[in-house]
Nanobody, 121 residues
Framework: QMQLVESGGGLVQPGGSLRLSCAPS????????MSWYRQAPGKQREMVAT???????TYAGSVKGRFTISRVSATNTMYLQMNGLKPEDTAVYYC???????????????WGQGTQVSVSS
């Protein structure tokens, strides 16, 4: 079973920046997409940004122009650079990978443990 290890959350003032990282526990047979989701208290989990194996990116409207998703192909480590943070960005951020982990596996969704991002003065 593949695991995704996240890091980089924390407390930051409005207007500040943070960078989240997500690294898989092993090599992946076929990576389809990697994404960042977030869930604020009392709200549903929402997609923040997605990057395909080919490098195409998609962003939620609320973060477009402020957040940047990227991935290092050699290790499939994914990053989320968050600039211009706002209090409404406060949430637990989750890393997701849609992939075939090993030859013979089915396509599946894998999740990180979540990392807290808090934006407050």
């Amino acid at each position: 079973q593949m695991q995704l290890v996240e890091s980089g959350g924390g407390l930051v003032q409005p207007g500040g920046s943070l960078r989240l990282s997500c690294a898989p526990s092993g090599s992946i047979f076929n990576l389809i997409t990697m994404s960042w989701y977030r869930q604020a208290p009392g709200k549903q989990r929402e997609m923040v940004a997605t990057i395909t194996s080919g490098g195409s990116t998609t962003y939620a409207g609320s973060v477009k122009g402020r957040f940047t998703i990227s991935r290092v192909s050699a290790t499939n480590t994914m990053y989320l650079q968050m600039n211009g943070l706002k209090p409404e960005d406060t949430a637990v951020y989750y890393c997701n990978a849609r992939a075939v982990f090993r030859l013979g596996d089915y396509e599946d969704d894998y999740w990180g443990q979540g990392t807290q991002v808090s934006v407050s003065s």
